[in-house]
């Protein structure tokens, strides 16, 4: 299945949506950790649970950032691969004109 730029365009900005609410929940499920009524070793286990998650996003966002260069190469292959065949075009029609 071939995809637009403009379609993964679309995904990379739902990837990006995900990983920003992805960032606020952790912050809020470090704030309820934090000020709920624990154990130290319930708290610390925890936020050691939600380190981990944080560390799998982490990577996410690596992926991520790996799609938005990917995204970006194909733009500007598409315009490399457009100016030469314009080129080509116009070198044709002289050669044929001549």
């Known amino acids: 299945m071939d995809k637009s730029i403009e379609e993964l365009e679309k995904d ?10 992805y960032v606020r929940l952790s912050l809020t ?10 154990s130290d070793d319930q708290r ?22 790996k799609f938005e260069r990917t995204i ?5 292959g ?3 691969m457009k100016t030469t065949v314009r080129e080509m075009d116009k070198s044709e029609y002289l050669v044929a004109y001549n």
Do not use: G, H, P
Not at 32 to 37: E, G, H, K, L, T
């Open 12 to 21: 990379l900005d739902t990837m990006n949506e995900i990983f920003r609410k």
């Open 29 to 38: 499920y470090e704030e309820q950790i934090n000020n709920a009524d624990l």
């Open 44 to 65: 610390k286990e925890l936020l050691d649970k939600l380190s981990r998650e944080n560390e799998k996003v982490q990577k996410a966002k690596l992926q991520i950032e």
């Open 72 to 76: 970006q190469s194909l733009k500007d």
């Open 78 to 80: 598409t315009i490399k």
